[in-house]
């Protein structure tokens, strides 16, 4: 990949981090990276490891989990102050990548962080996909 491409994938990359909460679509990030939106995708997830989609919707729940950690929201509240449409989408993709549902995330406790530099918080609270393995019996 070139240095150019690097550069612009970069400045969508930005822009999906300063912009998460903004209805930002493949065609409109393309835009930003002057590249067709089949070229985007497929450079971004080679530069990157994962689709736009994904980084984008990592970034909303890595903000939700910071304003459920305050507290004052409801879960829907959270859902479209990220910029989520759908509390279905947002609560099915928050528990697959915190591993437990925005409802119970808000309800536990969260004094563990508090004691922590927020720059601290931003990396262990990042979210991670968790996949489940499937067990010699091909259960779940």
Known sequence: MELEDLVRLRRVRDRMDREYAEPLDIAEL????????????RSFRAAY???????????????????LRKGDLTVTEVCLAVGCTSLGSFSARFTELVGETPSSYRARSHEETAVIPPCFVRTYARPVRVRRRADPSGNF
């Open 30 to 41: 393309a835009r930003t990276a002057l590249m067709s939106p089949g070229h985007f995708q």
């Open 49 to 67: 490891g994962q689709t736009p989609y994904a980084y984008l919707m990592t970034r909303r729940i890595e903000r939700a989990k910071a304003l």
